[in-house]
């Protein structure tokens, strides 16, 4: 299955949306920023020459306060070293990429804002910043050749570009990779984002000027067993449970279920460094792991873990499930998901293991 059409997340500003969903993705931002930070500082020191246009790109980039906050990160990151090294801040050409469903709107509606703000942050010197919306697939080419400085990615990657051939009647049961899969979905999966990665890597390494810089962060496993409670999508696993309970109730058929399946991978971290060294574009700077809750809340909050995972997993499944299972079996799957969520969550403290990586274009 293409999930070009359908992998987007939730649009709005509604309940169910992503943008009012997306804390524990905006975490895995706020703990990566000093990574950021150090890539971009060594791009400047070494590659850039003053008063050069500077070509920055963010890929997956969705919608909500996530998207102008990296952009802002970033943007403030620039401004702040050419100002210690004495030099006029740089003419910024910032590029949202995001696939053709994404809510650009959402985002344009914000710009005006946005760019009064990073005037009343940088002050009167702040140089042009244009943001402009590159629709279309990561896993292939976006921009021109070596137009780009800096290229960032964050919780995307693990995303496939589509579900990997053969195996959409072979899980039964199942929605992702687990303990009952057969060896080839597994191979299927794990082939799926060595293709996907290594186009991913290809293109980049022909849109971005030497000594360039990219920085990416996406959910990954700590073991080569993808089946471990820690492969990084074991809320598909929950998520099953919740459409075969609606199975037992008679809601939905079997079949459905057995032919439904996430194009999603989350790669041990040796075969992400395998597919950078195969491709041989990119030096490896920094590479490390880390975690994060996969619910992350205030003391303020008022919803259960439940709530906030179901509402979180909603926003960014709703548009796949809706298409394959239809739109009047939403609300009462993640009334079930959020039962078993809640369930599971008051018996551990679920982590994401994330890999960041930092990359220079050789």
Known sequence: M??????????????????????????????????IEEAIEKMLNTNIPEAESIGIADLGCSSGPNTLLVISQIVGIIYAKCC????????????????PDNDFNGIF????AFYNKLKEENGTRFGPCYIS?????????????RSMHFMHSSTSLHWLSRVPSGVESLNKGKIYISNTSPQCVLDAYSLQFQKDFSLFLKSRSEETVPGGRMVLSFFVRRSTDPTTEENGGYQGELLAKALMAMVTEGLIEEEKVDSFNVPFYAPYPEEVKLEIQKEGSFIIDRIETFEVDWVVSTKFSAQTKGQIEAKTCRAFMEPMLELHFGSSIMDNLFVKYEGIAEDYLSKCRAKHISLIISMIKI
């Open 2 to 35: 293409e999930v070009t059409p359908v992998l987007h997340m939730n649009k709005g500003d509604g309940e169910d949306s992503y943008s009012k969903n997306s804390t524990m993705q905006r975490e895995v931002i706020t703990i990566v920023k000093h990574i």
């Open 84 to 99: 210690h090294m004495g030099r006029l801040p740089p003419e910024l050409r910032v590029s949202l990429n995001d696939l």
């Open 109 to 112: 509606v914000s710009l005006p």
């Open 133 to 145: 919306g590159v629709p279309g697939s990561f896993y292939g080419r976006l921009f021109p050749n």
